[in-house]
């Protein structure tokens, strides 16, 4: 009875494993999409010319 206890247990953390490697697999995958989207945005602001400030001192 032991080892068939055993046995379950292996099993179940196999699954568990298996469980956990496809989480992060996922988010390996998630982190790649950030880190593009990331460098995308700071491209589009690098090229973006500042605005000038609107308005002026007051009381001066």
């Known amino acids: 009875m032991l080892q068939l206890s055993h046995h379950c247990g292996q099993i179940l953390l196999v699954k568990h494993l298996a469980k956990v490697r496809s989480e ?5 995958v998630a982190e790649r999409v950030l880190e593009r989207v990331s460098e995308q945005l700071a ?4 090229s973006v ?5 609107v308005g002026g ?4």
């Open 24 to 28: 992060r697999a996922g988010l390996a």
């Open 49 to 53: 010319p500042p605005t000038p400030a």
């Open 43 to 46: 491209n589009e602001r690098a």
């Open 57 to 60: 001192a007051v009381g001066t």
